[in-house]
């Protein structure tokens, strides 16, 4: 049974920072593309970074370009995802997920929620 399972959220001034954490079980975590997500209240899901199995490339949507670092320790089954100089704009739940193949993923976490006070 495939798990995803993200802590760290949680309500942060803006231009603080936080550390999100997805740990993974069931998968060969080495052998898989992570990425983070995120959903704001009454948007669409949308990419946020993700990085190959072996962690050595790693991609960031241009909203969160220069501020947001995507990290993983595959012998501890983990992803991180590091968030600094928040906007109320990065208010949303973020959500883990792991494919075989970068781009399309095949198993979700159940996604942290993220809070950012002006």
């Known amino acids: 049974q495939v798990q995803l399972v993200e802590s760290g959220g949680g309500l942060v001034q803006a231009g603080g920072s936080l550390r999100l954490h997805c740990a993974a079980s069931?998968?060969?975590?080495?052998?898989?593309?992570m990425a983070w997500f995120r959903q704001a209240p009454g948007k669409e899901r949308e990419f946020v970074a993700d990085?190959?199995?072996?962690?050595?490339?790693?991609y960031f949507a241009d909203s969160v370009k220069g501020r947001f670092t995507i990290a993983r320790d595959n012998a501890k089954n983990t992803v991180y995802l590091q968030m600094n100089s928040l906007k109320p704009e990065d208010t949303a739940v973020y959500y883990c997920a792991a494919g075989l193949n970068r781009g399309h993923y095949d198993y979700w976490g159940q996604g942290t929620q993220v809070t950012v006070s002006s």
């Open positions: 069931g998968i060969i975590f080495s052998s898989y593309s």
């Open positions: 990085t190959s199995p072996s962690g050595g490339s790693r």
